[in-house]
Structure formats: structure tokens, C-alpha cells
Nanobody, 124 residues
Framework: LVQLEESGGGSVQTEGSLRLSCATS????????MGWFRQAPGKGYEGVAS??????HYANSVKGRFTISQDNAKSTLYLQMNNLKPEDTAMYYC???????????????????WGRGTQVTVSS
């Protein structure tokens, strides 16, 4: 059973930082395409970042501020978020898929497996 569980969300002020984690189990973590998405109130899903092997992609809105990484030994995905802005406020989800192409731009939401999300709130 594939499981993904996000943690690390919270409330911060503008220019603050947070690190999200996504603990996974039930599949060969290092061979899967992994991604971070977010959904702000009243809006659709937005792809934030993806990682597959050494290939990493970011949404333009987070380039230079967010960093996606993974620890294969811990089967855990991370999203380091710096210089946060109010417009980053959203529920953040991690996602996994065995198909490598899913990680390629554009950062679509075709992933087969999803976590339940963690809330990030940035206040001005």
C-alpha cells in the first residue's frame, strides 16, 4: 500500500521559512517521480516542484525560493521554502508516480498517489 504523509506546515510571516516533509512507504521511493503541489482557497492545483533522479523542475513562481530534495535512505521528500510570501498560502501536497514523464514540465497533476496535505499560511 502506497502511503504519503506530509508534515511541517504552519503559520509564518512574510520572508519566513518552512521545510515540508513527505514520509513515504509501500513502493520503491528512489525510482519514482515525486512532486509538490499546492492549492489555495478557491483555486485549482498548482504544480510547485518535481524531482526524478537528477532532474528537478520548479514553477516560475517559486524559483530561487523553494528547493525540492529527497532522502532515499529515509524514503522522504522535502520542500525547503524560503522568503515566503502571502501568495504562497495554500494546502501543500506531495505526490508520487512510477512514470518518469509525469515529472516533466509542465508540472501537471497526473500523479497516481497523493498525500492528504499540510497547510502553509503566510501573513504579511
Amino acid at each position: 500500500l502506497v502511503q504519503l504523509e506530509e508534515s511541517g506546515g504552519g503559520s509564518v510571516q512574510t520572508e519566513g521559512s518552512l521545510r515540508l516533509s513527505c514520509a513515504t512507504s509501500g513502493y520503491a521511493f528512489s525510482t519514482y517521480c515525486m512532486g509538490w503541489f499546492r492549492q489555495a482557497p478557491g483555486k485549482g492545483y498548482e504544480g510547485v516542484a518535481s524531482i526524478y533522479m537528477d532532474s528537478i523542475h520548479y514553477a516560475n513562481s517559486v524559483k530561487g525560493r523553494f528547493t525540492i530534495s529527497q532522502d532515499n535512505a529515509k524514503s522522504t521528500l522535502y520542500l525547503q521554502m524560503n522568503n515566503l510570501k502571502p501568495e504562497d498560502t495554500a494546502m501543500y501536497y506531495c505526490a508520487a508516480d512510477s512514470r518518469a514523464w509525469v515529472c516533466s514540465p509542465p508540472l501537471g497533476n497526473e500523479y497516481n498517489f497523493w498525500g492528504r496535505g499540510t497547510q502553509v499560511t503566510v501573513s504579511s
